[in-house]
């Protein structure tokens, strides 16, 4: 387990702006956050890095955006309203609700099973032996369309994003000439009224997912479940900067399956509070394209010219939250460490993923000239790097160790030889070292 605990990444989070409770002036509410300032700037850039390199950058990925809500049809043929479902245990003392899994600290979800191992368990909340036996629980979200809210208006918010993928697949393969193997990716918000949402933004009611759905013929799935996996591998290390030895594989078992999933693997994260699930991979074999053709009436199947042959594609998923991945990247990058005998927060952000790319600060003040020349340095560097900050509040110092808890890789200093030089001191977030470059090489140099 990594040392850092969750509660300084909470801390962190609500003093920098990054994440703060939802409606927290009415003392929130449990599973909803809302992202500040720099938080919405990182996660913007976690979801940049993921939609360049799976959509943007790929030749045979097409992103989609879809609707949250859709016909209610769609979550009756995937299997959802059925299917999605945790165990549940209710406390008949207290009236508390717990995930029956979580409780017995098992992966499995079968009942049996868990009744079993919660026989002599007490409620973690009052601690009387009164917990009612497991039962499955429906984490669908529901809401009504139109004016009158009766059993026929009911829909649902998405539990997941990648079902208009499937959906939309004719569409995208259509309007695209796609051949298989093709993709579909889209980043969105999707809905789960889970039992106990908990670990600040690990497992919320509100969360946003990066899905990929890649279509291919069914003698293929092996190799390119494979191949996915190890993208989903990589581009944590690579494009996100997470720390190897953070990360390991978790395979499901059947018990643990999803519902339309033949085969699972799971990236986990060490996170502060023990080694979970940041990232799945699937195989969802035909199961969604074969129900929605059943259900919908429409012939979803392939025609493949060189075989001759028609057959619904298998898909492989890559799924990811936002959020997670948000909470992962700040663990990972969450150090404490010391300079000149003080102790500091440094975010070891991948510059990439930085909200705050530069920040500008003038030595002093009051000092007119000194103020002008900062200024033209802080918009020129704004001009090319969006994310630039200027601060010229209380002590160098000061300023630094604010900008190390932001994770901005660079701060720019001009002072008085600024002034006869034309040169700034460039200091370095994770070295501490400070350097004098020429005004006229500083956009090169930070780029
Ligand atoms: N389409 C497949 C799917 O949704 P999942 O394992 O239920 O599979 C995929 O979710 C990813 O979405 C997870 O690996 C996790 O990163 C994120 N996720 C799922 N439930 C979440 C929740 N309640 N809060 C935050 N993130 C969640």
């Avoid at 479940?225 to 390991?248: H, P």
């Avoid at 594609?313 to 909470?327: A, C, K, N, Q």
Wanted: hydrophobic content about 35%; aromatic content about 10%; proline content about 4%.
């Amino acid at each position: 387990m990594t040392q850092t605990k969750l509660e300084d990444i909470v801390s962190l989070a609500k003093r920098r702006g990054f994440v703060f409770q939802s409606s927290e002036i009415y003392g929130g509410l449990a599973g909803f956050y809302d992202y500040g300032p720099l938080g919405v700037e990182l996660a913007n850039n976690i979801k940049k890095e993921w939609w360049n390199t799976v959509v943007k950058e790929s030749e045979n990925i097409y992103g989609v955006d879809s609707a949250i809500i859709q016909n209610p049809k769609l979550w009756e043929a995937s299997g959802h309203v059925a299917g999605f479902t945790d165990p549940l245990v209710d406390c008949k003392s207290c009236g508390m609700r717990h995930r029956a899994d979580h409780l017995a600290k098992t992966d499995s979800t079968d009942l049996k099973e868990l009744a079993k191992l919660l026989k002599d368990k007490a409620c973690p909340h009052c601690g009387k032996k009164t917990l009612t036996e497991p039962r499955t629980y429906n984490m669908m979200m529901k809401t009504w369309v139109g004016p009158v809210e009766d059993e026929s208006s009911v829909a649902y918010l998405r539990p997941e994003t990648a079902g208009p993928m499937f959906t939309n697949y004719e569409n995208v393969r259509e309007t695209m000439r796609a051949k298989l193997p093709f993709g579909i990716g889209q980043i969105g918000k999707a809905f789960r009224n889970e039992i106990s949402p908990r670990d600040f933004i690990f497992r919320v009611r509100e969360l946003e997912q990066m899905e990929m759905q890649y279509f291919v013929k069914p003698d293929e799935q092996k190799e390119v479940y494979e191949q996915w996996r190890k993208f989903a591998w990589d581009f944590l290390i690579k494009r996100v900067g997470i720390k190897e030895t953070n990360l390991s594989w978790h395979e499901h078992d059947k018990d643990e399956r999803a519902h339309y999933a033949a085969a699972a693997h799971d990236i986990y994260f060490k996170f502060p509070f023990g080694d979970k699930e940041l990232w799945g991979t699937h195989n969802r074999t035909d199961f969604d394209l074969s129900n929605h053709a059943k259900a919908s009436g429409k012939d979803l199947e392939y025609f493949d010219e060189e075989s001759g042959k028609k057959f619904i594609p298998y898909v492989i998923e890559s799924s990811v939250g936002v959020g997670r991945m948000f909470l992962a990247v700040l663990t990972d990058a969450y150090t404490e460490d010391e300079v000149e005998g003080e102790k500091r927060i440094v975010l070891k952000l991948k510059p990439e993923l930085a909200p705050v790319k530069v920040a500008v600060f003038p030595l002093l003040k009051n000092k007119p000239e000194l103020v002008k020349k900062a200024r033209e340095v802080y918009e020129s560097l704004k001009k090319e790097f969006g994310a630039v900050m200027w601060d010229d509040n209380g002590n160098i110092g000061k300023r630094y160790r604010r900008q190390d808890e932001i994770g901005t890789p660079y701060c720019v200093t001009i002072d008085f030889d600024t002034l006869d030089n034309d040169t700034v001191t460039v200091r370095n977030r994770d070295t501490t070292k400070q350097e004098r470059v020429k005004i006229s090489e500083l956009q090169e140099k930070l780029s």
